[in-house]
């Protein structure tokens, strides 16, 4: 395998791994508009954290924030794997953002709230799972 | 007729068949067939700049669509409490637990479940508002226990059983307070009786009260006005009748509304 098909199938697994992150963000954030995240009989395991005041960041649900940069990555995940090397170049600090930004609220989580929520968590092994695909990227120079 | 085929190779990328028929009107007739591989690869070769342009555009679309039915489902479908069944204006005391000025132009009505944390913070709230609007508010309490909290229904229970004797509203704060001890107890009803005795309840009789059918009825008509009302989580309010929407459910969201009932209500007092 030539490192050209290796580096497409790397990032078209990128992308299908952000599609997961996705979906998770999106479903965290209806649950945000729809006020469950502030009651119970909605995600009775979750309230704690998703309705706490860290689950928001200048009045927007830190979900949506997540939606947003997972379709980020997804889409520059597959600008890259159709050979767009600026797209390559551009995932590197969006996902070191969504990575810092992963260990903050897992801090949050786990040392100030003293709860988890397992969508957070999932979202979190995910972040870390495409943080680990674009590290094991070759880079341009490699041929 | 005379069929004639001839097959020419030209070039590299294509492979041409002829086909000629002549007939007694002598017609000739050229078809030329490329091989559909080719065509195929030369088609996708130049769609192949758009074509991952097309792949974000569907998931972006997929995405926005399945949030907007995800919202639509999702969103509570409240109604408002009819006039027949309002409580705004109303003081039985005997089967509402009204805290507050029994008269006040403004009825907060709380859905609420008393192992349900959102609740017992709103429970803190409601203090605050009571403080603050003083004679112009009242808030009702409805049982709603969730089936998903293991303890829910024997605690409202229990705090109807404490009403039987004229303490509900102690119960209710004693229940909220302590709601992290007791929501993890096997032993939650031998933790309902402690309380009832640090409040000053007659042990005897409130252990009567909790197993008692009024008691359960009484929780149960509750739940049965919330499900009426399309009410599937907690804590769901209403105030003067009107469903507070979930992205109101905060201090700024309920003021506001407090407010705009109080404005609402005629200069006269009524």
Partial sequence: MTIARFRTILYAGTAIVALAGLADATYLSVQAFTGETLSCGGSPDCFRVLGSSFSKVGGIPVALLGAVAYFSVFALATFAAFGYARARTLLIPIIGAMFLATLWFLYVQAFVLHAYCRYCLFSAAITFLLAGLVIAAPSSQQQ | ?270
């Fill in chain 2, 1 to 270: 007729m005379i069929a004639r085929i001839r097959v020419h190779l030209r070039d590299s990328r294509a492979v041409l068949l002829r086909l000629r028929v002549h007939s007694w009107l002598e017609p000739e007739l050229d078809l030329t067939i490329y091989s559909l591989r080719r065509s195929f690869s030369l088609f996708c070769h130049s769609m192949k700049r758009y074509l991952p342009f097309v792949i974000v555009a569907a998931a972006a679309l997929v995405a926005l669509g399945s949030g907007a039915m995800l919202y639509r489902a999702k969103r509570p479908q409240l109604q408002a409490i009819p006039a027949s069944n309002s409580v705004a204006g109303k003081s039985d005391s005997e089967s509402m637990h009204i805290r507050g000025n029994p008269d006040a132009p403004v009825t907060l009505e709380e859905f609420a479940d008393f192992q349900c944390p959102p609740c017992s913070s709103f429970a803190a709230f409601g203090e605050e508002l009571l403080k603050e609007y003083d004679s112009r508010l009242r808030i009702v309490f409805r049982n709603f226990p969730l089936s998903a909290h293991e303890h829910a229904r024997e605690a409202a229970i229990a705090a109807e059983a404490a009403g039987m004797q004229g303490h509900f509203w102690e119960m209710h704060d004693v229940l909220y307070r302590e709601q992290e001890v007791w929501s993890k107890a096997p032993n939650a009803r031998e933790l309902f009786e402690w309380y009832a005795g640090t409040i000053g309840l007659n042990l005897d009789q409130f252990r009567k009260d909790m197993d008692s059918e009024k008691a359960k009825e009484r929780v149960d008509s509750d739940h049965a006005r919330g499900d009426s009302l399309g009410i599937k989580v907690t804590p769901t309010l209403f105030i003067n009748d009107q469903p507070v929407e979930p992205q109101y459910k905060n201090p700024a969201g309920v003021r506001a509304a407090i407010n705009a009932a109080l404005e609402a209500k005629p200069k006269s007092g009524a």
